[in-house]
């Protein structure tokens, strides 16, 4: 997991400033983490600590083989830069290469969040050039577009919806083990929001039904997982 608001602070604080830290987070489109991995990675933004998101499709899985060669091949990178590890010139000339070309890709399939967060991490991971600055350029760019700015405002609506979400369901848990005579399940279910989640699910907004699939995995975690525990002597 991605650690409550206050351990991400933490982390960014302490790293901050230490070129030898790196950090590489990766998240599943519909992981119940999902909103806590992007929160961390915008607190270790704004504290200047290098960082890389990656998310995929998918929930709260092991990322596929090709999400962990770029994280292995992006930590070699942070250790050249921070001189861990020889630098290797032509190496990092062919990541750029390949970064850049991937970068373009997400922003032609119309996957202008990782494509954004790609062109300023590459400016901010790798020598300053004309490449690296144009990357930079792009990003801003991106950034400046209306419906940029529209899907932001939505993902940060989402994002506080999801929270209280989640408020809710663990007060609706506690409310259930808290019962003398042992609730419906029928009574959980709508305490739980189910079936505005599941009707969510297959609404017109994309990031909607995702957010809908991340809390209802995340319940489905709950009452699977965590919650059997509490009847547990």
């Avoid at 992006?74 to 990092?92: F, K, V, Y």
Wanted: aromatic residues 6%; hydrophobic residues 45%.
């Amino acid at each position: 997991g991605a650690g409550s608001g206050a351990e991400a602070d933490a982390l960014a604080t302490a790293a901050r400033g230490d070129s030898t830290f790196a950090y590489f987070a990766v998240t599943g489109t519909d992981d119940f983490n999902n909103e806590e991995v992007r929160a961390l990675a915008e607190r270790l933004d704004a504290a200047h600590v290098p960082n890389r998101l990656a998310v995929f499709d998918g929930t709260h899985e092991w990322p596929p083989a090709s999400v962990c060669g770029q994280a292995l091949a992006w930590l070699e990178l942070r250790a050249m830069r921070a001189g861990l590890a020889p630098t290797d010139s032509a190496l990092i000339a062919r990541r750029l290469d390949a970064e850049l070309a991937y970068a373009d890709t997400l922003e032609g399939g119309g996957r202008w969040d990782e494509a954004s967060r790609l062109f300023s991490a590459i400016a901010r991971d790798y020598p300053r050039s004309p490449r690296t600055d144009d990357a930079a350029r792009h990003a801003a760019a991106i950034e400046s577009r209306e419906l940029m700015r529209r899907l932001r405002a939505r993902m940060r609506e989402l994002a506080v919806r999801s929270a209280q979400r989640g408020v809710d369901v663990q007060s609706a848990l506690l409310w259930f083990r808290g019962q003398k005579d042992v609730p419906s399940a029928a009574s959980l279910a709508d305490r739980l929001q189910l079936s505005t989640l599941r009707r969510e699910t297959s609404a017109g907004d994309s990031l909607e039904a995702s957010a809908a699939r991340r809390m209802l995995n995340r319940i489905s975690t709950l009452v699977s997982f965590y919650e059997p525990r509490a009847y547990l002597a």
